[in-house]
């Protein structure tokens, strides 16, 4: 049994969120539909209370909470890429289903859960120990929405 898990909150579409992981991201799937066992005052016997789900291996839980609290940016799940191809298309399905871009590789799905997607070529262009190399990466990540590897890798080169 997983100690601690992350419990994602919905407006009653966590079923539908958790399957569009499982079909978008590796190592994800859905794993139990709870119901409810009667009528309550927000709903019926049988709708879909939770759904547990692993993204990226990572054990959630989507809980169907109505619309009482929103996601926010305070929560995001970073996702390291290696290619161009991986970043395109995480980043694609993500906003292409509904969701919306944001800057430096941020963007949001069609329920507010924020996704970073963070290639590795980013990363260790931040890290590089040359302060000017690091500046050059920043400010060419600050200009983008989805990071481009060439631009990055252009950067880091000067």
């Not at 709870?34 to 989507?62: H, Q, S, W």
């Not at 890429?81 to 289903?97: F, K, M, P, S, Y």
């Not at 262009?125 to 302060?131: F, H, K, L, T, V």
Request: glycine residues 10%; contains cysteine; negative net charge.
């Amino acid at each position: 049994m997983t100690a601690v898990m992350i419990c994602l909150w919905y407006e009653g579409d966590a079923g539908a969120a958790a399957a569009f992981y499982a079909e978008t991201f590796p190592d994800s799937r859905v794993k139990e539909t709870m119901r409810a066992p009667g009528d309550y005052p927000d709903g019926k016997e049988g709708n879909v209370l939770t759904v547990a789900f692993d993204v990226l291996g990572i054990p959630c839980v989507g809980l169907n909470g109505g619309p009482h609290f929103k996601q926010s940016e305070a929560f995001s799940f970073m996702v390291s890429t290696d290619t161009q191809e991986e970043t395109d298309r995480l980043w694609n399905a993500i906003v292409g289903g509904g969701g919306q871009e944001s800057q430096c590789g941020w963007c949001k799905d069609k329920w507010g859960v924020s996704w970073q997607i963070t290639p590795h070529a980013l990363t260790d262009g931040m890290a590089d120990p040359d302060p000017a190399t690091r500046k050059r990466v920043f400010d060419a990540m600050m200009t983008m929405k989805k990071i481009d590897i060439a631009a990055i890798e252009a950067a880091r080169k000067g």
